[in-house]
């Protein structure tokens, strides 16, 4: 019984030894950009802490992102009660770099959500809103998980959950107020389950995507509302059941 039993687990090993690097293989192909980034640790980049960049990226610069970081993980801290994610930043200081690492290169960053949370960021995202809003995917993802967050939670939810702690005047009450004809106008927000709709249309339409979205969480939220609604994802409920909305006109 032994034998049967070892040969099993030999042979177990070896189809995952060799569907590994097939798979590995596979999401490179498709996932180049996000591939790259999981494998950070692989390059021939720099490290400091949690913090990746070429060489001849000036040290200033990271210094700044460390201090952007800093203050971004307290707005965190303090949206959620206790930050517990840690995510890795990889700073890209050139065009070449921020393309061979993020899949959308006409943002200033992106966040990648699997196998741990990866941050890329170009030199236009050096500003403490944008490092607050990405961070702020890095700690959802972190409390609900891969399946969760990509698979239960909509779109315009993930998104109006990050914009609470992005104070950029763009995307302001009162901005939304006069893109939307003091609140007439505004699109069926929850109507938007994927990024594939979040991100349609011309992008004066994206950017009223993020404010409705950011409109719409800002009725609902409070820290004790948040917290019951993790614990309520994490247990099983769907989301339109754990998302009580009492607050909401």
């Known amino acids: 019984m032994m034998t049967t039993l070892k040969k099993i687990i030999i042979r177990t090993c070896l189809v995952f030894i060799i569907l590994i690097p097939i798979a ?14 999981i494998l950070i ?5 720099n490290k400091e ?8 990226s000036p040290h200033r ?6 201090l952007l970081i800093n203050k971004a993980s307290a707005r965190i801290d303090s949206f959620w009660g206790q930050k517990i994610s840690n995510p890795r930043f990889i700073y890209c200081d050139n065009e070449d770099d921020f393309q061979k690492y993020c899949v959308n290169p006409s943002a200033p960053a ?32 972190e409390r609900i998980g ?3 967050f990509n698979y239960k939670i909509p779109s ?5 959950l990050a914009m609470q702690n992005d104070y950029r005047d763009y995307y302001s009450d009162n901005t939304l107020m006069e893109k939307s004809k003091k609140f007439r106008n505004l699109p069926d927000i929850k109507s938007i389950k994927s990024d594939a709709q979040f ?14 979205a950011k409109h719409e969480i800002k009725k609902w939220y409070t820290k004790t509302k948040l917290i019951k609604f993790i614990n309520e994802i994490n247990s099983g409920k769907p989301f339109e059941e754990a998302f009580h909305c009492d607050g909401c006109r």
């Open 24 to 37: 590995a293989f596979a999401h490179f192909i498709i996932f180049p950009q996000e591939t790259r980034s």
């Open 41 to 45: 640790g692989l390059s021939n980049f």
């Open 49 to 56: 802490g949690h913090i990746y960049f070429n060489a001849s």
């Open 61 to 66: 610069k990271i210094d700044s992102l460390k």
């Open 110 to 141: 992106a966040t990648y959500l699997k196998f741990g949370s990866v941050i890329v960021s170009s030199a236009d995202a050096m500003d403490l809103n944008i490092i607050a809003h990405e961070l702020s995917h890095a700690e959802f993802y």
């Open 146 to 148: 891969f399946i969760k």
């Open 156 to 160: 315009w939810f993930k998104h109006g």
């Open 199 to 212: 991100y349609s249309g011309s992008r004066e339409q994206i950017m009223l995507n993020y404010m409705a």
